[in-house]
């Protein structure tokens, strides 16, 4: 008998989002039903999402996937931040496969080795494989993927503590050497700013999604480090920028923004969500 594949348990399921198949898959259908899309000029090759509870930002996640809905890929590569205190500036799954209650998704350990070995060549690092992360901002993405992808997909999984343009730049130029070639997606996991007032929110998070929509990681740092600009995954957009860029991207087009306080109606302290596509 063939052994079972060691699979990453949900730690967020019942929690962030349901744990109920039925409940969870109509519940995605119905945010990506609801987005309403402008014309996407060109092909996709990455998305912008956020990873917060879906009853706070699935709204928005479901216009950056209903982007790709209906579409194939053969490797979805999820780069995010790592929010536990790990000291390495890359991580990956040590799993062979992620857990949802939509069932598993694999993961393609001959990327994750080539990347490994490209981020060594490029910069020096490593990616660190961790076992039973508790890391919500990778999987959250991975419902939406399973339910509007056509058909399956392996995974390349990247978590990253690294807070250096050097870093995410040799992280974007590794993805681009790895995915290369393949029917490929990329996706930025990220939230944007936490905790202020819906109005200094509105402005941080429109500075983020500016630099965003321009196809500039450099000046989203540039914002970031002088206070006007904020985001969670700020690493992890950059490096999907600049991996797309190198992968022939011209454009992104932002699709939609929200904040928690459309959600609860609490404006006094929000955390801002953010849909974008990124277009060849």
């Known amino acids: ?9 949900s730690p967020i399921a019942g929690r962030w989002y349901s744990s109920d198949p039925a409940r969870l898959s109509s519940e995605v259908d119905d945010f990506m039903a609801a987005a309403r899309l402008p014309e996407l000029g060109g092909e ?3 998305l912008v999402a956020p990873h917060a509870g879906y009853q706070y930002s699935g709204p928005v996640a479901g216009y950056a996937f209903r982007a790709v809905q209906g ?5 979805v590569a999820i780069i995010s931040p790592m929010h536990q205190p790990y000291p390495q500036p890359f991580l990956t799954s ?8 939509l069932g598993s998704v694999e993961i393609d350990r001959e990327s994750v080795m080539r990347l490994d070995g490209e981020l060594e060549a490029l910069c020096g690092m490593r990616l660190a494989a961790v076992a039973r992360d508790e890391e919500h901002a990778l999987e959250i ?11 399956p997909f392996q995974l390349l999984p990247v978590m990253t503590r690294a807070h250096s343009p050097s870093a995410a730049r ?11 070639g393949r029917k490929a997606l990329l996706v930025a996991s990220t939230d944007l700013s936490h905790f202020y007032p819906r109005e200094t929110a509105g402005q941080l998070d429109a500075t983020t999604l500016r630099h965003i929509g321009d196809f500039s990681p450099e000046a989203l740092y540039q914002a970031a480090e002088s206070g006007e600009a904020q985001a969670c995954g700020l690493n992890a957009v950059a490096a999907v920028l600049w991996a797309a860029r190198d992968l022939g991207a011209k454009q992104v087009q932002v699709l939609h923004y929200a904040t928690s306080g459309d959600v609860t109606g609490d404006d006094s302290s929000v955390v801002g969500y953010g ?3 990124i277009l060849k």
């Open 1 to 9: 008998m063939k052994p079972l594949p060691d699979v990453r348990p």
């Open 44 to 46: 996709v090759v990455g």
């Open 71 to 75: 579409q194939a890929f053969d490797l």
């Open 94 to 101: 040590d799993h062979q496969a992620y857990q949802t209650p």
């Open 141 to 151: 993405e991975l419902p939406f993927l399973q339910r509007a992808l056509s058909g």
């Open 170 to 180: 040799a992280l974007g130029g590794g993805l681009a050497k790895v995915l290369a």
């Open 275 to 277: 849909a974008a596509v």
